[in-house]
Structure formats: C-alpha cells, structure tokens
C-alpha cells in the first residue's frame, strides 16, 4: 500500500500534479454564479439585499442578479462553481492531442533531468540530503519539507507570478519545480518504508487490510479535485483558481487535505513504524498549512463570495451538513455520478493493482 496517492497527487493536483488545495470559460452551469461573471451594479445590488435580510431570500438575491446580467432567472443561491462537469459536447479532440502530447514531454524530461543517473540530477540531490544524517526518519522529513516549502511557496505567490510570466508560464514553473521533488520524496518512501524502527505490527490483525484499503481508496476521492480540469493542470486551458462549492466540497471545502490525512493514517496503521510516522506527520502538517493558505488565496481572488461559500462549508467533513449550514440538495448524490469522479476511481483500482510496479521502478533508483 506504499505512497500511491502522492504519485498522482502531486502529477495531478501540482496542477501539472489543498489546498487548495485553488481560465478557460465555458459556459456557467445553471446553478452557479462565479463572482468573477457579476457586474459592479450587480455587487451592489447584492450588498444592498445582503443588508435587508428580513426582506429578501437569497433566491430573490440571485434573481436580480440575473436579470442585472440580462439573462434567464436562475433559482439558486450558489456564488461558487459546480465542481466535476463535464460536458463531452464542449470538449475538442485537439486539446486532448495537446494534452497527451505535453505528457509525453513532461515525462520525457522529467527522466532526461532527474530520474536517469546519466543525465539527471536526482541521485545526487537524495545523496547529499542524506549526507545530513543517518536517519533514514531525519531525511524523510527534509525531503517532505523541501518539497511542502518549494510547493506552498510557488503557489503562495501564484497571483504575482502569473502576473509576471502568465497563467500557462506560471503554471509550467510550479510544475517543474514541484514534480522532481515529489518524485523524490515519493520513491525514498517506498524504498525505505520499512527501515525504521517497528512500533507495532497488525497486517495480520483480521480486517486491517480491509480498513486501510478502504480507507485508501476512500482517501483518492478527496485528494484529486484538479481532475476535474484535467486540460488546466496541463495548462492546454488556462490555469483558474477555482472556487467550488458542489460534490466533495459540500462534504468538506479542503478536500486535499482531507484525503492526505486519510492516506497518511491508512498506512501507518499498515507499516507501522517510525518512518512512517515521520512521512505522515510531516505530509499532515504540510496540508493543514494548506487549509489556511487555500482559503487565504481564495480569499484574495474572490472575497465576499468566499465568504459566503466558507460559511456553509466546513474544513471537518460533514460539519457544516451537521450542523445545518450546508442544505444538500434532494438529487445531492448526482453531483458524483460524473466522468472525473469515475475516472478517479478507476486510477485508484490501477494503482492498487500497479503496486508491485511501483515498487520494483522505486527500487531500480536506488534512492
């Protein structure tokens, strides 16, 4: 059960691969409202309703601002995207050529500057952060923190980068740099998963493996919220920011962070040694960081909307269903019936499955 998850984790939602973790445009779903859609009359207008709760229903809300915008009623109150469309009518097959080429590229360089001992710098990066000390625990957490420092940083100053180098640009830089790192950290994982010292031993405790299968397949559909714009990550559209508020985000806002945590617990209760632990804690961290960077750049990109999205979500799943602040709508369960959330679950069966792959690949490095 090694560190699966942050294969596609960091491919997929480094956005090339929480928090958060945040434009191509096609046509609004009906029940949504992008602030970025409304005009300046149409956010006054929703101030001034905001102001006279006792004499206007949100729906009356976001029916003046509909017809502010001259289009159909829409009877809904959502400010934030309906997250996991997709529309086969909107799609165009050049952009999925285009995509599958910048793969090709992408891995393709990727072997040629890191991984390849010929040509590429990996080795010598794990050689000398393994040169800081013999624990193999110590160099599993700085590999984590280089990789969660170089991560959050980039996406940190998203907004000023892309203002510099554009949206694509940016996104081709925060890429580059995240995915090597990944990757190293990931193999080093796999390679010395069981070079700690052993804490406790329940692989052959009846049902564990059931759990933390669970558990981990469970985790796959919260940690990839990128999926749903499979075309942004790979910067064939152009990189959004987006603020969901349908699907998984109904059930908690930081999903990413959810689903890192779910991983993470899975299988330490599964290796159950130091480290482990030491992945884990570090990896936690690094996404709980991710919970208060993702809504403070939404928060910057979005602010009033935001806001009321932040308000009948919840960074606990099911909180905000619990304690009424997020009404699910009768059809809720149609908001996962959808092709990215089918997709995710046909990588995790592959994934699982590609395990001895993994590892086998992992070890030929020799990280």
């Known amino acids: 059960m090694a560190s699966t998850p942050l294969v596609f984790s960091t491919f997929l939602s480094s956005k090339l691969f929480q928090t958060s973790h945040n434009h191509h445009h096609h046509p609004p779903p009906l029940n949504s409202f992008?602030?970025?859609?409304?005009?300046?009359?149409?956010?006054?207008s929703l101030h001034y309703f905001h102001s006279k709760p006792l004499l206007f229903s949100p729906k009356l809300i976001t029916r003046a601002a509909s017809e502010e915008r001259a289009s159909e009623v829409i009877d809904s109150d959502l400010v934030g995207e309906d997250s996991a469309t997709?529309?086969?009518k909107n799609q165009k097959l050049s952009s999925w050529f285009y995509f599958t080429a910048i793969l090709g590229v992408v891995l393709f360089v990727?072997?040629?500057?890191?991984?390849?001992?010929?040509?590429?710098?990996?080795?010598?990066?794990v050689d000398s952060i393994s040169g800081i000390s013999d624990s193999h625990e110590v160099v599993m957490l700085v590999l984590v923190l280089i990789f969660a420092g170089v991560h959050s940083g980039l996406a940190s100053f998203r907004d000023t980068g892309e203002k510099l180098i554009g949206?694509?640009?940016?996104r081709v830089l925060f890429a580059g740099t995240s995915l090597p790192l990944a990757l190293t950290m990931i193999v080093y994982f796999i390679n010395h998963r069981y070079d700690g010292v052993q804490l406790w031993q329940l692989q052959d405790v009846p049902g564990v493996h059931q759990l933390v299968w669970l558990s981990n397949f469970i985790s796959f559909l919260f940690l990839y919220p990128s999926t749903f714009n499979l075309l942004e990550v790979a910067a064939v559209d152009k990189p959004k920011l987006h603020l969901y508020e349908t699907g998984i985000m109904r059930i908690t806002r930081h999903p990413q962070m959810v689903?890192?945590?779910?991983?993470?617990?899975?299988?330490?209760?599964w290796i159950g040694n130091s480290v482990a632990v030491a992945a884990s804690?570090?990896?936690?961290?690094?996404?709980?960081?991710?919970?208060?960077?993702?809504?403070?750049?939404?928060?910057?990109?979005?602010?009033?909307?935001f806001e009321i999205v932040k308000g009948r979500t919840s960074v606990v799943p099911f909180a905000a269903i619990l304690d009424g602040r997020q009404k699910l709508p009768k059809d809720f369960y149609k908001e996962f019936i959808r092709l990215p959330y089918f997709t995710i679950t046909a990588l995790t069966l592959g994934a699982y499955?590609?395990?001895?792959?993994?590892?086998?690949a992992s070890f030929n490095l020799h990280w």
């Open 259 to 269: 689903g890192q945590v779910m991983w993470c617990l899975a299988h330490t209760v």
């Open 110 to 125: 990727l072997n040629v500057i890191w991984i390849d001992d010929s040509t590429g710098f990996g080795t010598a990066f």
């Open 353 to 360: 499955f590609a395990h001895p792959l993994m590892r086998a």
């Open 86 to 88: 997709f529309d086969l």
């Open 34 to 44: 992008p602030s970025s859609s409304l005009s300046y009359k149409s956010k006054q």
């Open 281 to 305: 804690f570090a990896l936690i961290a690094h996404h709980l960081f991710g919970v208060w960077n993702g809504d403070r750049k939404l928060s910057e990109r979005y602010g009033e909307d």
């Open 167 to 170: 949206e694509r640009g940016y």
